[in-house]
């Protein structure tokens, strides 16, 4: 087994197959990540899987490479977790697939398996049969398999899938990838199989289900402010109707993260290179930015022209719980807004403070305590639903502050205790309380 490209799906798939017994290499481009791998450490923060990685190191099942004769030259099934990045115009970039499929076609073996595992516009694994057709005489198959993990859950997601999606075009491949993920099935729980166009489409159909979630109880939180409603109550309202359900319905600042903004966008122009306008996708991207704005403006409207001369902590910097990813972390938007109108921040993440520092350089304050961070501000910006934010020590963080004014981005805290522990609070789709002012 061989899977190219070690980040976040390629390093959980390649772990996880090895943990189900299967001998695995890796290989990446990147030297360093390859390095640390060796030595059994995980470049970025994923519960579970530093011990996963050592564990199967140890146990000899998973190695590493920089060189793609090595990684495919034996192997039976290789995928490709590759990055595929917006392009300036929203599609999605696919040349470090199209590149990986052209340098491995000389060490295929015969009857290799090759699967896309990273998420493609319709069409792109035929393109990847093209590339490597052109490229070598021995018979080759070509399968997709998009990956429904998500960072912060990825080992669990992988080990335990509400179900596997296999798009083939020979039984061949069927039976190969059925044979790899029949351990990680559960009863009830299935490998779905169909072509590949439909299941390179299926992952796209999910991830702008989940953000069409997302922007939807976000414009019910704005509905819900300007009626004197209180969201999280609608939300519990309508969630529990099991047509409805309550997954992806938590109102915030947006989605963010590397798939969400980027597939929707993509499903946008898949359409329009058909020449389809899609109605829906544009709603959800554009009710996801403005979702951004909109929170930046409250703090503004609290501090008008002393928003200049303020000191603001924030905590969460990640673009969820659980992950030190910061690709498009809706946080990270509100820190350089905030930035840009000259507020003065000092942040703090439970484990991404090492990345932000990469990405925001010494324009912010960085503090590794959470209660540290609030030292003489005069608000606190809650940015990421991390679990350590929900029950804080209410006494500490006024002792702290200057000002007691949280604006939550994510709705942790109930407005009628934060009201009574004498916080000015503002947070999505509930009236605020305005107790303090600058
Ligand atoms: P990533 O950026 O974390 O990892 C990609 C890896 O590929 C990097 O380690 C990079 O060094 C390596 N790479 C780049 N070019 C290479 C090359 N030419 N040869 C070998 N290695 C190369 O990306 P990711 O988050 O793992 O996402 C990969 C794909 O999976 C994307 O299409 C993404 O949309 C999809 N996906 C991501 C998630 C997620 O939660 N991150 C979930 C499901 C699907």
């Known amino acids: 087994m061989a899977v190219i490209g070690t980040g976040y799906v390629g390093l959980v798939t390649g772990v996880c197959l090895a943990e189900a017994g299967n001998e695995v290499i890796c290989m990446d481009v990147d030297k360093d990540k390859i390095a640390l791998l060796r030595g059994g450490k995980v470049p970025f923060y994923e519960p579970q899987l530093d011990g996963l990685l050592v564990e199967n190191l140890f146990r000899g099942r998973i190695a590493f490479t920089t060189k793609v004769e090595e990684a495919v030259s034996r192997a039976e099934v290789i995928f490709l977790a590759l990055p595929t990045p917006p392009t300036a115009n929203g599609s999605a970039d696919v040349s470090a697939i199209l590149q990986v499929a052209q340098q491995i076609a000389p060490f295929l073996q015969g009857d290799a398996v090759v699967v896309t595992k990273s998420t493609v516009p319709v069409g792109t694994t035929e393109k990847v049969k093209e590339m490597i057709s052109r490229r070598t005489r021995v018979c080759f198959h070509v399968a997709s398999n998009p990956e429904f993990l998500r960072e912060g859950k990825a080992v669990s997601d992988f080990l335990y899938p509400d179900r596997i999606v296999i798009g083939v075009e020979d039984e061949y491949s069927e ?16 490998i779905v199989v169909m072509d590949i166009r ?52 938590f109102p915030g600042i947006g989605y963010g993260g590397s798939c969400f903004p980027k597939d929707v966008l993509a499903v946008i122009r898949m359409a329009e290179d058909v020449g389809m ?92 305590d959470m209660y540290g961070v609030l030292e003489g501000v005069e608000g606190l910006v809650v940015a990421t639903e991390w679990l350590q934010f929900r029950t804080p020590d209410f006494g500490e963080m006024k002792r702290r502050m200057r000002l007691p004014v ?33």
């Not at 951004?292 to 719980?321: P, Q």
């Not at 972390?329 to 350089?336: E, G, Q, T």
Request: charged share 25%; proline share 3%.
């Open 198 to 249: 439909s299941a390179e489409l299926t992952k796209y159909a999910a991830n702008l289900f989940l953000a069409m979630r997302i922007s939807f109880i976000n414009e019910v939180a704005l509905l819900c402010e300007r009626l004197g409603a209180d969201v999280e109550k609608v939300r519990l309202g309508i969630g529990t109707d099991t047509r409805i359900g309550k997954h992806y319905l």
């Open 406 to 438: 949280v604006f939550d981005g994510r709705n942790l805290y109930s407005p009628e205790i934060m009201e009574r522990e004498g916080f000015s609070y503002v947070s999505v789709g509930r009236s605020s309380i305005l107790q303090h002012c600058v």
């Open 277 to 368: 306008e899609l109605l829906l996708p544009v709603a959800v991207h554009r009710v996801n930015e403005r979702q951004h704005r909109y929170f930046v403006e409250k703090i503004v409207r609290f501090y008008g022209n002393k928003l200049a001369s303020v000191k603001l902590a924030v905590w969460g910097l990640s673009f969820k719980a659980n992950t030190d990813d910061l690709r498009e972390s809706p946080a990270l938007y509100v820190v350089r807004e905030l930035l840009d109108k000259g507020a003065q921040l000092r942040v703090h993440d439970p484990v991404a403070l090492a990345s932000a520092r990469r990405v925001l350089g010494n324009t912010v304050e960085y503090v590794e």
């Open 175 to 190: 039976s190969k990838l059925r044979r790899l993920y029949e351990p990680f099935v559960r009863q009830g729980n299935p």
